[in-house]
């Protein structure tokens, strides 16, 4: 009795029904030759009630329901989940689903509607974006059903609690992988670097064809072999590329959802596989007051692995990055010259000037790339159109703000320091498209 009650729901059209028949007896006051056709009514809506719970209710009705759903969420994207229905009864029923969804989410109309038929399976598929990394709880599944007549309706709820951790983008991660980059360079921006002269890793000596570089000619072997022989080259290798990732308040600014921190997140996996399957190594430092961690750039088969695990760990601070003690960590543990990503936020030219002698020591040490933000919100709406005086005010300074990011990018490559100034949602592009252009100059 308990369980049939928990089930039990009524639907508009009950309401419907029998607010139609309470206005027959009304009128009937007046009316008397429509008592007869009231009570009538009062009768059939029973019965029809009575044997709605009857087809609803009785023990040959049976659903099954199970959530398909990956085992790591991707942050930032659109993660698809999918629901597994079978009815194992002999009659059609209209089916609402309510799936239960993590807290941070914050989706709370979630209802999908189908039609099942008699001993018919079927998938259904909905997605869910997260803009937050850490552990998704979901909770039961919810089928709620009624027949043809449509007065009544039942729950069955079907157990399916699990917990999905949520990682920095896999799916971002796999979009620029190396082995595609060819096929989605014209969809996503990616650059086709020409390589500049030489690189500096010897592979072999082979046989001149036509389109080979002259300038590689190997003359004893030539005089050897009394044909033109070439030196090829490769790419040079395990070249160590770190991406080091300021955790200060700077960072919390969020953009469509997500915080400059996470932006850096998913771009540094992508940069660490992009990296690894050039045969670099790859490592990751985060910091803020403190050196929060420091994984080697190492190109074990492990190495990407780690850097997903701190990289799902990594949580924005309120204090200051502590850019000396940045400084005196990567002159003591990193020894050989490497390439630097530094993701980091300059909301204005003072705070940028504060921390140029130590980002001039880093160069020295290493190539460093300072990566930070354009604010795109603010760029929409300096270049949107003037309205009034007021609006004349506030575009000046936003085109003010504006000119002095470009002006800090100028003032880094004054110190000979590379600079990315770019929106959050190219971040990913630009970064590649930087790492791939200093690969084929040879600068690394």
């Known amino acids: 009795m308990r369980s049939f009650i928990k089930g039990f729901f009524l639907t508009s059209r009950f309401f419907y029904v029998n607010i139609f028949v309470a206005i027959l007896f009304i009128i009937s006051f007046f009316r008397p030759e429509l008592l007869l056709p009231s009570k009538i009514a009062l009768a059939l809506s029973v019965i029809i009630i009575v044997v709605d719970i009857y087809q609803l209710f009785n023990s040959s009705i049976q659903f099954k329901a199970s959530r398909i759903s990956p085992k ?13 229905l079978e009815n194992q009864s002999q009659k059609s029923f209209n089916l609402s689903i309510i ?71 896999i799916i971002q991660m796999k979009n620029y992988d190396l082995k595609t980059i060819e096929q989605i360079s014209k969809y996503f921006g990616i650059k086709k670097i020409r390589k500049l002269g030489h690189n500096y890793e010897f592979e072999q000596i082979k ?12 003359w004893k072997a030539t005089s050897r072999r009394g044909e033109l022989m070439v030196n090829q080259y490769q790419d040079e290798k395990s070249q160590p590329i770190y991406s080091i990732l300021d955790l200060g308040r700077s960072m919390y600014t969020p953009f469509y959802n997500l915080s400059l921190l996470d ?32 994984l080697k750039a190492e190109s074990k088969p492990l190495q990407l692995k780690k850097t997903l695990e701190i990289l799902y760990n990594a949580q924005i601070t309120e204090e200051e990055p502590n850019y000396e003690l940045l400084y005196q960590s990567i002159r003591n543990s990193i020894k050989s010259r490497s390439l630097i990503f530094l993701f980091t936020n300059f909301e204005s030219s003072y705070s ?4 140029i002698p130590i980002l001039k020591r880093i160069n020295k040490l290493h190539l460093l790339v300072v990566v930070f933000f354009e604010n795109e919100e603010l760029s929409e709406y300096a270049f949107s159109k003037v309205s009034n005086l007021e609006d004349i005010y506030t575009k000046t300074i936003a085109h003010q703000f504006l000119s002095d990011k470009k002006k800090m990018v100028i003032t880094l490559q004054k110190f000979a320091i590379q600079a990315i100034l770019t929106k959050p949602k190219d971040l990913t592009i630009n970064t590649i498209n930087k790492y791939l252009e200093l690969k084929a100059r040879g600068l690394i």
Do not use: W
């Open 72 to 84: 790591l969420l991707s942050l930032g994207d659109d993660n698809t989940i999918k629901i597994n």
């Open 99 to 169: 799936d239960e969804l993590p807290k941070q989410l914050q989706i709370r109309d979630l209802l999908i509607q189908l039609e099942m038929k008699p001993s018919e399976s079927k998938v259904v598929n909905y997605t869910i974006h997260p803009t937050d990394r850490g552990l998704y709880t979901f909770g039961d599944i919810h089928l709620f059903f009624k027949t043809y007549l449509g007065l009544i309706q039942r729950r069955i709820t079907i157990p399916a609690k699990e917990q999905i951790p949520v990682y920095p983008s």
């Open 207 to 218: 046989n001149y064809v036509i389109g080979d570089d002259y300038r590689s000619l190997n």
């Open 263 to 294: 932006y850096s997140i998913n771009t540094s996996l992508s940069l660490a596989n992009v990296s690894l399957q050039k045969q670099d190594k790859a490592g990751i430092i985060t910091f803020a007051k403190q050196i929060q961690t420091f």
């Open 352 to 355: 940028l000037e504060r921390v």
